[in-house]
C-alpha cells in the first residue's frame, strides 16, 4: 500500500526566504548569472453566485477571481525542468536504467536519478509514483550543503553536485523534500548525485543539459517524461505531473485521455 | 410444442456442436456447444464490427469466435429437427465459401436475429403466452 | 563478460549452506537456458534418472548478461530442472517468467541461483546483496502467493514504500523486494503448481511450484541495492535502444495503424479481461511493449493472455460476452499460483465429462463440482479449493489432466478422441494445434514441452486469420516466406521452410525451420533473455519493407552489452550446443526416438475448425485453412528421421552422436553417454 504520501509532497510550501539557510560564503559568493525569476501563480477561482458587487440588481453571473502571489527565490532558477506523466507511465523502469547508463557507464536501480516504483498489488493510479527532481526554486539541497559542493550551475541554473566538495554528509537527501528523496548516494564513490539534467553524461553519444537532449526523456518507450523550459507550478509542486496522454491514448484503449 | 421442448432440450455430447473461438494470443480453442440456446449466446458473443486494424493493433481485446453456419444450419435441422429455420438459415448464408471466416462475419447477423425469434417462440409456447 | 556480476548463488537446503558459483566457469554458456543446463549437467547428469522430488533434483534460476541492462525485454528469467508436469517421462525441463526479479537479482550482484537439496522445514531464501539467509518460513507457509509477498516486504522493509530504504549491507534502494514464491498449491507438491512473482509473472510449466514445494522452500526474496550491471559499449546500447522504438515500432500515440508484429506490437496486447476506462499498460523491466494492464478496481492487475482465456469461453457461455467475473477468475489463478494452461484444459476436459454424463453428482467421477455456475469466479474458487484441501476430485487433480484421467481410468480413450486435449507429454495443448500450426507441435514433441515460443505463431497463424476475417491482406503468405528465406540464418535462401501444406510439413525444408527454432529459441531467447512476446521478431509491418529487427536486433544488444563480437549465426550455434545438451540429458532420462510421439488422437482425429496457415499448393503461395488435418504417423516417422539427420543425431535411437558432440566441445556429454550406453 502506498503510504499516502502524495498528498504531502503536494502540499509543499516555499516560505519567502523565510527557514532557508543562507549561510557560509559558498552560497552568498555564487555568481548569479540568471537572475532569480518571480514566480507569478494564478489562481482562477469560479465562483457562480446571485449577488453583483458593482449594481444593486441581483443577478446570476460567474466571478473569476485572480490572486497573485510572487515567490522571489533567492538563486537563480534553472533553465529546464523534467516533468512526468505519473498515469501514463508503465513501470518498466528503462529511464531509471537508461539515467544510470549514461551517467555511470552501468545500469543500476541505485544509480538511476530519476526512480519508478512499481506497487503490483495497487490500484491505479496509486501503483505507480514517478519522481524526478524537481530543480526547485528555492532548493533546499542547496541550502543545506555545509560545502557548497550542491550549488547552482551559473550558466545554467541547474542543480548540481561538485563532488569533490561532496563530503558524504546527507545532509542534503534529508532536506530535500521530494518523497523519495532526489539526492541520491552514491555509497561506492562517496558523493551524492542527483539529477543534471544530463549536463555530465560521458557515458552517452547525446548532448545534454538544458539546450540539449535526456536520456530519461529519449529512453521511455511511452513519453511519459518530458523535458520543459518553463518553470513548472512551484507552491504544490503540481506543474511538475502533467498530462502527456493524447486522445489517441484513449482511443487505443490505454488509458484515460483526460485526468 | 414438442418442437419447442426439443429446441430448447440439452443434447447429449456426441451430438453437440462444435464452434471456435480463436484469439491472437491464446491460439484457437474449439468450443462445445449443447443447446439452441447457448448456441445463441454464442453468436451473440461473436464480435463482427472489427476492422483489420483493431484485430491486429487492438488485438488485445479481439476475438475471432467463429462457427461454421452451414454446420450451424444441419445441426438445428437434424438434430434439433427445426428444419424450417435450418433452411432459412441456409437460405441467408447462401451455400459453401473458400472463406468460411468472412461469411460468419457478414451473415451472423441476420442469422442470429432468425435464431433469437426461434429462442423467444418456442420461450412463449412453454410458457404458455401467445 | 560483460554484463555478468561474476558470481551464481548456491543453496544446499539440506545442509542449509550457501555458497557461491564463479560465473566464468561457464561464460562459455553465456546465460539463462545455457548455463542452467550446464550447471544441471556437472551436478546432477551422472546420476540420472532421479525423481523430480529427489532431493538431489537441482533447480536452477538464472539470468542473462542483458537482464538489468538497457537492452528491450529482457527481464525474463529462466527456471529449470527435473519437472514435475510431463507424462510418462518427468523431463528436464524449463520455466520462465518475467517482471523485475532478475533485475533485482544482478542489482544485488548475482547472476542466477542453484538450489540444491531439500530443507527440513519450510524454509525462504532472503537475498540483501550479497548477504544471503536461509530463514525461516513457518509463518509463511500456508499463506498464497500474494499474500507471501507482501508478508516477506513487511519482514524486509519494514512494509515502507515510497522512501529509500537502507539495507543491512549499508546501501539505499527505493524498490521493493522482488520475490518468487509458491501457494499452498506448491507446498502440497503439486505438479500443477506454478512459481509466481509480484502479481502476475509467473513461471507456470514444469510444475515448478511443486518442486518448491517439495524442497519445503516457500519463497526467494531479493533486495538488490549494491550491483550495478556492467556495459561494455553505453553508446551503442542507447543507440541500439532508439533505433529499435523508432525502426521497429514508432510511436505508439502517432503511428498509423499496421500489421503490427512482435516486436511492434500493441500496448496490452496481453489483456484479454474487460477493460475499465482507468488503467494504464504494465510492463515488465525494460520491456517497450508493456502487454499487461492495471486498473482502478485493482483487480487483474499484471495478467495476461491464457490468465482470460483459460476460463473466457466459460465465461462467454454463461454471459454471452466477457463479464468482470473474467477478471476475478483471473487474479484467482496468480493467488494460488496455478498453471492456467492446466487449468484450462483441465476445465474443458471436465465439463465435457460432465456433458457426457460420465462426471457429476453420482456419477461413475463423482464430483460436486457446481456446474450450475461455470462461468463464475465462484466456481474457480471451489475447484481450487477441492485441489488445496485434497477432496472430491481435487486430490486427483493436484497431478494435472493427464494423471487425473489415469486415475479415472480413462487416460487412453480420451487422449485417442481428443476429449483430453494433451497431445504432447502429458502437457495441455496451447491453442497452435499439431495438427495445423506443426512448427508448435513438433517443436514440443522433438523438446520436452509445449514450447509455448510464438516467433512464427504471429504471422503464420494470427496474420491469416485476421485477413480471412476480414478480408483484408496487406501482406501476402509469399512475403511472409520470402521474409523468412533472408532472416533465418544459417538456413537462409529457402522460402519453403516457411510452407505449412500438407506435404510441407514433412519435407526436408520444415526439418530446417524446426532445428531453427529449436537453436534460435535456446540461445537468442532462453539463453540471452529475450522475450518470447518480442522477439524474434521477423515479419513486420513497421519496419522496412514489412521487415522486422531479427537478426539485426539481437546482435547489435547483445554485444553491445558484453563487448563480444559474436554475429546472428555464431549465437545460433551457441544454441544448438545447448539443445544437444539438453537432449543428452533426456536421453539419460529415457529418451528414445520410440517415445516420441504425440497422443493418439493428433494421428487420428481431424482437426476440426479452420485455421489459416501459409501454404505452397500447386505452384502458388496462399493463406489456406488446414481444417480435416491429421498428422500422418509414417509421414512423421519420416521427419523425425530427417530431423535427427540434420542434427547429427543416430536415426536408430535419436540420441546425439560422438562425432556430433565433439564438434561441439562437448567430448565429457559424448563420455558419460557412452558410459551409459547411450551414445548414438
Known sequence: MSEGKRLDRRKFLYGLGAGLIVGGGAVAGATMLVPPQTITKTLSTTVTSQTTITSPVTSTFTKTTTTTETVTPTFATSKGYIVVDPKKCVGCLSCMMACSLVHEGKTSLSLSRIQVLNNPFERFPDDIIQEQCKQCVNPPCVAACPTGALHIDPTTGVRVVDKEKCIFCFKCMKACRNVPSMMIPNVEKKYMIKCDLCMDTPYWGEKGGVDGKHACEEACPFKAIKFVKEVPEQLDMSGYYVNLRSKRWEELGLGPAED | ?130 | ?680
Request: aromatic share 12%; with cysteine; net charge neutral.
Open chain 3, 1 to 680: 563478460m560483460k554484463g555478468h556480476m561474476g558470481k551464481i548463488l548456491r543453496v544446499n537446503l539440506t545442509n542449509k549452506t550457501v555458497k557461491t558459483i564463479d560465473t566464468k566457469q561457464y561464460e562459455e554458456w553465456v546465460g539463462g537456458h545455457g548455463i542452467g543446463s550446464a550447471i544441471f549437467w556437472d551436478l546432477v547428469a551422472s546420476q540420472l534418472p532421479i525423481s523430480p522430488y529427489d532431493p538431489k533434483n537441482v533447480v536452477t534460476i538464472m539470468t542473462s548478461p542483458l537482464t538489468g541492462t538497457l537492452a528491450p525485454s529482457t527481464g525474463r528469467t529462466e527456471v529449470q530442472g527435473i519437472g514435475l508436469q510431463s507424462y510418462p517421462i518427468e523431463w528436464f525441463t524449463r520455466g520462465n517468467f518475467g517482471g523485475r526479479f532478475g533485475m533485482m537479482l544482478k542489482n544485488a550482484g548475482w547472476d542466477g541461483i542453484v538450489i540444491e537439496g531439500k530443507a527440513d522445514k519450510p524454509c525462504w531464501i532472503n537475498i540483501v546483496d550479497d548477504d544471503v539467509d536461509i530463514a525461516d518460513a513457518s509463518d509463511l507457509w500456508g499463506l498464497d502467493a500474494w499474500e507471501t509477498q507482501e508478508e516477506i516486504w513487511r519482514k524486509v522493509s519494514g512494509g515502507k514504500f515510497g522512501k529509500w530504504i537502507e539495507t543491512s549491507t549499508g546501501r539505499y534502494t527505493t524498490q521493493r523486494p522482488a520475490v518468487l514464491t509458491i501457494s499452498q498449491v506448491g507446498e502440497l507438491g503439486a505438479r500443477i503448481a506454478s512459481l509466481v512473482h509480484d502479481a502476475g509473472n509467473a513461471a507456470g510449466q514444469g510444475g515448478f511450484g511443486g518442486i518448491f514445494g517439495a524442497k519445503n522452500l516457500k519463497a526467494i526474496s531479493v533486495i538488490g541495492a549494491k550491483g550495478a550491471v556492467e556495459v561494455a559499449d553505453p553508446k551503442a546500447l542507447f543507440e541500439a535502444w532508439k533505433w529499435a522504438i523508432e525502426n521497429y515500432r514508432g510511436d505508439i500515440e502517432t503511428r498509423p495503424s499496421k500489421t503490427p508484429s512482435a516486436f511492434g506490437a500493441q500496448p496490452t496486447q496481453g489483456f484479454w479481461g474487460v477493460k475499465e476506462k482507468n488503467m494504464r499498460p504494465s510492463a515488465c523491466a525494460v520491456c517497450p511493449k508493456a502487454c499487461r494492464a492495471k486498473f482502478r478496481s485493482g483487480i487483474a492487475n499484471e495478467s495476461q493472455c491464457v490468465e482470460f482465456a483459460y476460463y473466457s469461453w466459460a465465461v462467454s457461455a454463461r454471459y454471452g460476452g466477457p463479464t468482470i467475473e473474467l477478471n476475478k477468475a483471473a487474479d484467482l489463478t496468480q493467488k494460488y499460483a496455478i498453471n492456467n494452461y492446466e487449468l484450462l484444459r483441465i476445465l474443458v476436459y471436465l465439463r465435457t465429462l460432465n456433458a457426457m454424463g460420465v462426471l457429476g453428482k453420482g456419477k461413475a467421477i463423482d464430483t460436486d463440482l457446481p456446474f450450475d455456475i461455470l462461468g463464475t469466479a465462484a466456481f474457480v474458487e471451489e475447484l481450487i479449493r477441492k485441489i488445496i484441501q485434497g477432496k472430491d476430485i481435487g486430490l486427483a487433480l493436484r497431478e494435472g489432466g493427464v494423471r487425473a484421467a489415469k486415475q479415472w481410468g480413462r487416460l487412453e480413450q480420451d487422449l485417442k478422441t481428443g476429449v483430453l486435449a494433451y497431445p504432447y507429454w502429458g502437457c495441455p495443448e496451447h491453442g497452435y494445434d499439431p495438427r495445423t500450426e506443426a512448427e508448435w507441435g513438433y517443436g514440443s514433441i522433438l523438446g520436452e514441452r509445449d514450447i509455448n515460443e510464438h516467433d512464427f505463431n504471429f504471422f503464420v497463424y494470427w496474420y491469416p486469420l485476421g485477413f480471412m476475417a476480414t478480408g483484408n491482406f496487406p501482406i501476402s503468405a509469399e512475403e511472409c516466406a520470402k521474409i523468412c528465406s533472408e532472416k533465418l540464418i544459417p538456413y537462409t535462401g529457402d522460402p519453403f521452410m516457411l510452407d505449412y501444406s500438407d506435404e510441407g510439413i514433412y519435407s526436408e525444408h520444415f526439418v530446417k525451420l524446426v532445428a531453427w527454432h529449436r537453436h534460435y529459441t535456446r540461445f537468442w531467447k532462453q539463453s540471452v533473455g529475450f522475450c518470447d512476446w518480442m522477439f524474434a521478431d521477423l515479419v513486420n509491418a513497421y519496419g522496412p519493407n514489412n521487415r522486422g529487427l531479427t537478426p539485426d536486433g539481437e546482435v547489435r544488444f547483445f554485444n553491445a552489452v558484453t563487448g563480444k563480437n559474436i554475429t546472428f549465426a555464431e549465437g545460433m550455434e551457441i544454441g544448438r550446443r545447448i539443445w544437444n545438451l539438453d537432449n543428452a540429458i533426456w536421453v539419460l532420462q529415457g529418451r528414445h526416438r520410440d517415445v516420441v510421439k504425440f497422443a493418439d488422437y493428433i494421428y487420428e482425429v481431424p482437426f476440426p475448425s479452420d485455421y489459416p496457415l501459409p501454404m505452397y499448393i500447386k505452384g502458388e503461395w496462399k493463406f489456406a485453412s488446414a481444417k480435416g488435418r491429421k498428422i500422418d504417423r509414417a509421414k512423421f516417422e519420416d521427419f523425425k528421421t530427417k530431423f535427427y539427420t540434420l542434427e547429427g543425431w543416430s536415426t536408430s535411437s535419436g540420441w546425439p552422436t560422438r562425432s556430433t558432440l565433439e564438434a561441439l566441445n562437448l567430448k565429457y556429454v559424448a563420455d558419460l553417454l557412452a558410459a551409459k550406453g547411450k551414445l548414438g
Open chain 2, 1 to 130: 410444442m414438442e418442437l419447442a421442448k426439443k429446441v430448447l432440450s440439452k443434447v447429449p455430447w456426441q451430438d453437440r456442436l462444435v464452434a471456435s473461438i480463436a484469439h491472437q494470443t491464446t491460439g484457437a480453442m474449439t468450443i462445445d456447444i449443447y443447446s439452441f440456446e447457448e448456441a445463441v449466446n454464442f453468436l451473440k458473443s461473436c464480435r463482427t464490427d472489427y476492422s483489420l486494424d483493431e484485430l491486429l493493433m487492438r488485438g488485445s481485446s479481439a476475438t475471432i469466435n467463429y462457427l461454421d453456419l452451414n454446420a450451424l444450419a444441419s445441426w438445428i435441422g437434424d438434430v434439433l429437427g427445426d428444419s424450417e429455420l435450418s433452411q432459412a438459415i441456409r437460405e441467408v448464408v447462401g451455400g459453401e465459401s473458400e472463406n468460411p471466416l468472412l461469411i460468419f462475419r457478414e451473415k451472423v447477423k441476420p442469422v442470429l436475429e432468425l435464431m433469437e425469434q426461434r429462442l423467444a417462440q418456442c420461450k412463449g409456447k412453454l410458457s404458455g403466452t401467445p
